[in-house]
C-alpha cells in the first residue's frame, strides 16, 4: 500500500462537534485510491441483477469498504477518528464509496450517485 498524501481527488468531513482529544478535530480527510490500491482491493460492492424484473441493484462489501476507510484516512490519526462515533463512521463510509460512484454509471443506473449531502446528519462532505 502506499503512504496517505493525497495524490488525486480528496473529500473532506467536516465536523459540526469536534473530536476533543490531544488536539481538537474538525475536519476528516480521505484522499481517493490508488491503482495499486483498487487494483489489490478491488470494488467496495458488486452489481447484481434481479431474475424477475432485470433490475440492477447493488450489494455493498463491507470489508472492502473498511479497508479502504483504513487506508485513505489522510487526516486526523485513525485512533483520534475512533473517538468520533456512528455519525462519523457514516459519513466516512459515504466519502469512501463516493470515489466509487462519482461519474460511474453503476451509481448512475441505481440511482446512488452521492449527492452534497451525506446520509450521516449534521456532517457535510466535500469534493
Do not use: W
Amino acid at each position: 500500500m502506499t503512504e496517505n498524501k493525497p495524490a488525486g481527488r480528496t473529500k473532506t468531513i467536516k465536523l459540526d462537534k469536534p473530536i476533543v482529544g490531544h488536539d481538537v478535530v474538525t475536519k476528516v480527510v480521505l484522499r481517493e485510491p490508488t491503482y495499486a490500491e483498487y487494483m489489490e482491493i478491488g470494488d467496495p460492492f458488486l452489481v447484481g441483477v434481479s431474475p424477475g424484473s432485470r433490475i440492477p441493484f447493488i450489494i455493498e462489501d463491507q470489508a472492502v469498504i473498511t479497508k479502504y476507510c483504513e487506508i485513505l484516512l489522510v487526516e486526523p490519526d485513525a485512533l483520534i477518528v475512533q473517538d468520533g462515533g456512528m455519525e462519523l463512521a457514516r459519513a466516512v463510509r459515504q466519502a469512501v464509496k463516493s470515489f466509487f460512484r462519482d461519474g460511474d454509471e453503476v451509481g448512475e443506473a441505481s440511482g446512488t450517485s452521492p449527492t452534497s449531502s451525506p446520509s450521516a446528519p449534521g456532517k457535510t462532505v466535500a469534493p
